[in-house]
């Protein structure tokens, strides 16, 4: 995976909040919680909101909740009643959780549509329970995802190694082999793979209907946007927020092609701060940084603010279990344990390291290595093999790309800066791929330097516009 701009590790030191007697999950709630956090737990000066930025993450609600507070108080007489000062982000684990059930629900089929290319055959394959179709627990939808994908890497493999009439069925005549090959070799079997799931050729929509072969083009689909989500997970765990970037870009399509309007609105958000000149250098790299926390201090063990404090609400939920009564209720639990939870978990892992013990919390994942042999043998078969006369499927999963760009075309973009912008840093309607060659325009002694994220799968041309001039970014997908 290519380094693009990794944040040297520090360990992060966070400190609990006392208890919000708010609902964040109304505007009025959100008032609440704001009031409550800045003016009467940090106790600060009304004047420290005159020229302070204040980053605020959470879901995609929470952050809507808090641009509407800002509207409603637009015209307010102070500084804080304004709240001008808070900059509402949505926090990456959410923006993950949101991409697997968008995954979920474009590949996931149904009985009547029980195709080897679908996620209901794969989970009916390996036998696995509790994953509903729609909006499945996190950890249960991302086993099966990634597996799923590293399922149709395999099946690839032995599409290669069956050209060379290699047995995949023996194991030692595999091993074998790949051992036997020199560093060119491999390398031209990566390549090889590459260029039957990710090349920018395989990615064009065939223009002759009579000789698509529906099947495998599914397989293809599926690959390259699990590729996105798993690029992503890679970049939030090396806190690489250059890569973190180049991802947002391709959201930008993928929701807009699947519908995920609210999630798509966000990410336009963050491509509004992060390619215009609607942000300083500094802010820019400040909000894709303080959306990280790396409790451990190593260099791949960053994960996702949200996440923290959805751990900090699990630990406030297993007290309520082992010590709820009738007089031990949820009042109890924050007045009592919301500012000693964190501090407990520290506590706990000192004596632990004390009495030679350790308590191991995170979650335990079954050994995958033989369901993803198995179904990469069972679809390797046939299934991702590309029949060059063309195949039917009964399942079909859309083309997000194609929709997600026309829908950016038509009326999204526009839809987006009437909502969200003001004249500087405005995004544009994009217009018709002209080639890469991008030109730095210059009006009146004013100049706009381009911004150019290179691909070489897709480019959708967005202009950007700052007082007179004008500049086009293109969307990494």
């Known amino acids: ?33 704001l009031e409550t956090i800045f003016m009467e737990q940090f106790k600060l000066d009304p004047m420290a909101f005159n020229e302070r930025l204040w980053l605020v993450y959470g879901d995609q609600k929470t952050a809507s909740n808090i641009r509407s507070v800002i509207n409603e108080r637009r015209e307010a007489s102070t500084a804080f009643d304004r709240h ?18 968008m995954l979920q629900a474009l590949h996931f089929g149904s009985e009547n549509q029980n195709s080897p290319s679908t996620l209901y055959h794969n989970v009916n394959f390996w036998e696995r329970k509790q994953i509903p179709a729609i909006k499945g627990p996190f950890h249960h939808v991302e086993e099966l995802i990634l597996h799923s994908f590293e399922a149709r890497i395999i099946a690839l493999l032995h599409v290669q190694l069956r050209e060379v009439n290699i047995n995949i069925e023996d194991s030692k005549a595999v091993e074998e082999y790949l051992t036997r090959m020199t560093v060119e070799e491999y390398l031209l079997l990566v390549d090889n793979i590459y260029q039957q799931a990710f090349s920018k050729d395989i990615q064009q929509p065939s223009t002759d209907s009579n000789h698509q072969d529906e099947e495998f083009r599914n397989h293809v689909r599926y690959l390259q946007q699990v590729e996105t989500y798993a690029t992503l997970k890679y970049a939030i765990k090396h806190a690489d927020i250059g890569l973190i970037e180049r991802v947002i870009d391709r959201c930008c399509i993928y929701f807009h092609g699947s519908k995920q309007t609210n999630y798509a609105f966000e990410m336009l958000l963050f491509k509004r701060l992060l390619a215009t000149g609607a942000a300083s250098v500094e802010l820019k790299k400040a909000i894709l940084v ?9 260099e791949d063990t960053s994960y996702e603010i949200d996440r923290l404090n ?25 007045h009592h344990c919301a500012l000693t939870a964190s501090y407990c978990g520290t506590l706990k892992e000192f004596l632990e390291s004390e009495f030679g013990e350790k308590t191991w919390a995170g979650h335990t994942e079954k050994a995958a290595t033989a369901d993803i042999r198995d179904l990469a043998y069972e679809i390797s078969k ?8 063309g195949r039917k499927a009964v399942f079909k999963s859309p083309d997000i790309i194609t929709l997600g760009v026309r829908r950016l075309q038509e009326s999204a973009i526009d839809r987006f800066n009437a909502r969200a912008t003001y004249s500087l840093g405005q995004v544009m309607s994009p217009e018709p791929d002209d080639g890469i060659d991008i030109h730095t325009p210059s009006t009146g002694g004013f100049s706009v330097a381009s911004q150019v994220i290179k691909c070489s799968t897709l480019y959708v041309f967005i202009k950007l516009t700052a007082s007179s001039a004008q500049c086009k970014v293109a969307f990494n997908a």
């Open 84 to 101: 001008r000062w808070v900059l509402p982000l949505s926090s990456f684990f959410h923006l993950r959780q949101t991409f697997l059930w």
């Open 310 to 334: 959805e751990q900090l609400n699990l630990q406030l939920k297993e007290i309520l279990w082992a010590r709820r009564t009738s007089t031990f209720g949820m009042d109890k639990l924050f």
């Open 1 to 33: 995976m290519p380094c693009l701009n990794v944040i040297k590790p520090s360990q992060t030191h966070y400190f609990s909040l006392g208890p919000i007697p708010y609902n964040e999950g109304t505007i009025q709630g959100t008032y609440g919680v």
């Open 382 to 389: 046939r299934s991702i093999v590309k029949q060059p006369q």
């Open 290 to 298: 303080n959306g990280l926390v790396n409790l451990q201090g190593k």
